[in-house]
């Protein structure tokens, strides 16, 4: 089965640092990897999707890159802010007609 | 507003006394899913609709039941719910399934806990 995996411990970093969150997956590479973000108690908001033949995707402050050799993918928050402090997951296709989730990272942005 | 609405939010029950979660989405989206959310498991997926009257198994789909009468419905339905239920359920849907690119949008989350 297509597994996906995330850093359970929680990330706490610093206002204006930059956030690093990785998630590796098994098997053969997802045609996609999508990255969400999850207040608590809220569901997931998407936020970034990234194709197997893109290396790196932008979006504000926000960075994804894509490695079919290390099957990773790597989620970047520069000049992190407190309000960035959510769980974030990331999901790939795969299997069948479905997105298989991580478990998450929660991170935290202290001032 | 687009949106993908659940009720109830908060839900506490007995075991054994069925009980249904709405899902209704405004997008008229092709594709509906239904997840739980349970510490250290993160999401799984228990049952999804690719469209109208199509509907299959998700990875945890034992105990529950879904229907699809019309497109913006997903109903989820628990004939005899029990205690291994008690989890938080997502409903999503998504302009398509399977192995596209389409993002899926979450309702706000249905708190379930059976006792």
């Known amino acids: 089965s297509q597994k996906i995996e995330q850093n359970s411990e929680a990330l706490n970093i610093q206002e204006g640092k930059t956030a690093t969150l990785t998630c590796n997956y098994t098997n053969y590479s997802p045609a996609y990897l999508q990255w969400y973000r999850q207040d608590p108690g809220r569901g997931p908001v998407f936020l970034l999707l990234?194709?197997?033949?893109?290396k790196e995707k932008r979006k504000e402050r926000l960075k994804v890159t894509f490695d079919t050799t290390l099957k990773q993918s790597l989620f970047h928050i520069t000049a992190s802010q407190p309000a960035d402090s959510a769980t974030y997951l990331c999901?790939?296709?795969?299997?069948?007609?479905?997105?298989?989730f991580g478990t998450g990272t929660q991170l935290k942005v202290e001032l | 507003e687009a949106q993908v609405t659940q009720n109830p939010r908060y839900l506490i029950t007995v075991t054994g006394k069925k009980l249904t979660v709405t899902c209704s989405q405004n997008m008229n989206h092709e594709y509906m899913s239904w997840y739980r959310q349970d510490p250290g498991l993160g999401l799984r997926q228990i049952y999804y609709s690719m469209n109208v009257e199509v509907t299959d198994k998700g990875d945890v789909p034992e105990g529950y039941k879904v229907s699809r009468k019309e497109k913006r419905n997903f109903p989820l339905i628990l004939e005899s719910p029990s205690p291994n239920q008690t989890s938080l359920y997502f409903c999503a849907s998504s302009t398509e399934g399977g192995e596209s690119n389409s993002p899926l949008h979450f309702g706000n989350g249905t708190r379930l806990t059976v006792t």
């Open positions: 999901a790939r296709t795969g299997g069948g007609n479905k997105l298989t």
């Open positions: 990234i194709r197997e033949n893109e």
